[in-house]
């Protein structure tokens, strides 16, 4: 008897593997993925059938289909609204040092382009940001809109909080949006003092374990916060004491800007919080005409996975690199190239471009770490320059080209970034952002320790057995 249900318990295993594998491989092949990250998701249904549906249900589907046309009506919707209280934004058709081909690509990717007349301040320590931000809440007279990935409860989120709720009581219009996944431990209670004094708190694309609505792979990892329509803050730094520099040893980047780019970073947000509350926010109130402040070439572009075709970010960056003549200096914390940006890199180091990266020495993240390290064979074989920080962990997303292209922003180097995410990154043009970052750039490198092909070599077979195994599974990273 225990031998029949064994072998019928057996069976009937096999008829629900047999039934996983063949529902789930038609939507893989059908999402038209990377053809890296498709195959990976067929070898884990494949091979482990319960174990690849339980994986592709969390981290597998986007369940973005209908989101995607309820974010087209949106965009529609605001395209329209937008037309009544547009102002009078000219993107700049000509900068000194800018290639043509890449003002053309990047004027096609928001019909604005490169907006003159922004001044900027790039901040690198934490504490300075949060004073800044802080101080920005305390002078603001009409609104303060904020998007986060990842707001902490402890001192630094605390005291932000506090600093909102400040503004919402002398009757400052707050709204903070916050992701569901990435500021999962920020729950009601701890804004209630915010949502008492006037504040509004939403979450963007909220995880309901008992509905179809858990979508745990598509998550906003923007940071962005515009004051009174004038003033932004963006950059890689999200609300937390880690940031801040209380503990851990933890480096970023951040950006303060005030001038007319302010007016596409409202826009963002304007669409993300009717994406997630359906308050409608477009009026001349919070689109105002903004002067100039500056003599900075700024632009800030969005990308997500409801983007049907182009993903902004990514283009804007392959087409920079490949246009590089001097270098192309990255710093990023999560390094999983796809091929082409793989390649890109290669390829420019190949033709003379000093190419360099600076990563981290060690991760909060071991499995991106590995998988990363994985690439560094052959970049170095094919001349780029790889730094490594040990006495820091590097949070921060920068990218300098030719001493007059650079961007700072929210997305890493990894397919995450480029396609999973809803990311923004500001992108300057021109010779005074990109040479400050440079200049800050060496600075780092100069404490960070260097990747050479003989220290590679020496590497033991366990490492390179963590970092092939890892590798395989970068296109799901």
Known sequence: MIAYLTS??????????????????PIVVQQRRETGATLAWVLVIVLLPFIGLLSFWLFGTTRLHLRRRKRRKVEEKFARALERVQINLDGEQYIAGISPSLLTLVNKLDDIGPLGGNAVEVMREGDALFDALENAFDAATQHIHLVYYIWETDYTGTRLRDALSRAAQRGVKVR????????????????????AAGGQVGRFLRVNVFSRQLNLNNRNHRKIVIIDGNLTFT????????????????????????????????????????HATGEDLVSDTYFPVIPDAGNICAQFLASGPADERWQAIHTVLFA????????????????????????????????????????????????????G???????????VRVFEMYHAMPHAKAMMIDGNFATLGSANMDQRSFRLNFEGNMFFYGTEIAGKLEQDFLTVCANAKEVTESQRRRLGKRQRLAESAARLLSPLL
């Open 8 to 25: 019928w318990l057996n069976t009937g295993l096999l008829l629900f593997d047999v039934f996983i594998i063949a529902i789930l491989l």
């Open 235 to 274: 950059g890689g730094m999200n609300v937390g004491d880690v940031y801040a520099g209380r503990g851990e040893p933890w480096q970023d980047l951040h950006a303060r800007i005030q001038g007319p780019v302010a007016y596409t970073l409202q826009e963002v947000f304007c669409q993300d919080w009717y």
């Open 373 to 383: 390290r994985s690439f560094i064979d052959d970049l170095l074989a094919a001349g």
């Open 176 to 195: 903070l949006l916050v992701d569901d996944v990435g500021s999962r431990q920020a729950k009601a209670s701890f804004f209630a003092p915010l949502l």
């Open 320 to 371: 920079a690199m490949n246009l590089a003549c001097q270098r192309i200096w990255i710093e990023t914390p999560y390094f999983v190239p796809d091929r082409p940006i793989l390649m890109t890199l290669q390829t420019a180091a190949l033709r003379g471009v000093d190419v360099r990266l600076l990563l981290p020495g060690r991760s909060d993240h071991p499995l991106v770490l590995y998988a």
